[in-house]
């Protein structure tokens, strides 16, 4: 009784982590378009451009650190085979949407830069 209600939790934990990696790429483009616009007025009085930077910087680490999490998950994976169960398809579906998200989102994130390395912050 212990051994499935462990396996229960672990499954549970697994997909968590995966919900999580999925999604982390997208609220962190989330964050850093709210994060420039909010501290544009400061950016703009200051003259402090590399706050712009920084955040892009954070964004870019933390959307690739759940396309990470998502590789990582997807390699753990057994091979695929015409009848796998339910929990590994997934968990397959799981990690290789949060590898997808990953790559639209850091793109997304590289373009949200683009304007804070071209115009100036007054712009």
């Excluded at 590994?88 to 994130?109: D, N």
Aim: hydrophobic residues 55%.
């Amino acid at each position: 009784m212990a051994t499935a209600r462990t396996s229960a939790r672990r499954g549970y934990r697994e997909e968590v982590v995966l919900w999580t990696a999925a999604l982390t790429p997208v609220f962190a483009w989330i964050a850093a378009q709210q994060l420039d616009f909010l501290l544009s007025p400061w950016v703009c009085a200051t003259g402090n451009r590399w706050v712009f930077h920084a955040v892009t910087g954070v964004a870019l680490l933390a959307a690739a650190a759940g396309g990470a999490v998502s590789w990582r998950r997807w390699k753990e994976l057994p091979a695929e085979n015409g009848r796998e169960s339910r929990v590994v398809s997934r968990h397959r579906f799981l990690s290789g949407g949060g590898l997808v998200l990953a790559a639209v989102f850091l793109v997304a994130i590289v373009a949200l830069a683009i304007p804070a390395f071209v115009h100036r912050p007054c712009d």
